[in-house]
């Protein structure tokens, strides 16, 4: 699943997005309203955690006109402004919750998991499929056949990746950024590691093959007739 994040103070945005890539979504990250709003606007989010007092833009601007778009990703509003009028305005504007600074990042992922249970998604929606192969987006299941897969937080968020943009060769780059959060580095060979045991898991022992290595360019995960 992906999440955008609109947090000014680095050192928390930065926390924010490795601590949810490491559960498995995948996370962009906006230092200002402006940027944020600009996302959320044009990219599709499954939820969008925003800090109430931004640059330019502040958070109510930005889910107001979130909402106005027609945008009905759930919004969690995380903010230092812990006052009873603050949380009522934020709700009324259209946000889905309200966690005030300093907070546990247990307790943010535990909001995070219950608004994206509760976004109004249908069963299929939750649920990516190629072939025999299932991901599961909110219990964080994997199985091919009927069998349970055991994936790791990356392979999780690399495999979602693959099937999210499925039948599309994603090179390097973009699964460097998308899933590590890091430019790619062509002295390194992760990406590749990280496909060969993912494949080890969902392919080696099924058919057909999903996963493709194409030559140059780099991976594509389709049923090839």
């Known amino acids: 699943m992906k999440i955008l994040v609109v947090e000014d103070e680095p050192k928390t945005g930065t926390y924010l997005k490795q601590g949810l890539m490491e559960t498995g979504f995948v996370v962009d990250l906006a230092n200002d309203g402006l940027d944020g709003l600009h996302l959320a606007l044009t990219e599709a989010y499954d939820l969008a955690i925003l800090d109430v007092m931004l640059p330019g833009v502040d958070g109510w601007q930005v889910l107001q006109r979130i909402r106005k778009a027609g945008k009905d990703m759930p919004v969690l509003f995380l903010t230092a402004r812990d ?47 190629a072939a025999d192969l299932e991901l599961d987006l909110l219990r964080r299941r994997v199985t091919r056949a009927g069998k349970r897969i055991d994936l790791t937080a990356k392979e999780f ?28 580095d062509s002295d390194t060979n992760v990406i590749e590691v990280a496909i060969k045991r993912l494949r080890l ?24 007739s």
């Open 83 to 129: 006052q009873v009028e603050d949380r009522v305005k934020g709700l009324e504007l259209g946000a889905d919750d309200y966690l005030v600074k300093p907070f546990a990042f247990s307790e943010l992922l535990a909001r995070v998991r219950t608004l994206l249970r509760r976004g109004g998604k249908s069963k299929e929606s939750e649920v990516l499929r």
């Open 201 to 224: 898991k969902v392919d080696d022992d099924f058919e057909p093959k999903l996963i493709h290595t194409v030559r140059g360019m780099g991976y594509v995960l389709e049923t090839q």
């Open 157 to 184: 968020a690399l495999l979602e990746l693959l099937l999210r943009r499925q039948g599309e060769v994603l090179p390097r780059s973009l699964i460097a950024s998308q899933v590590w959060d890091m430019n790619f």
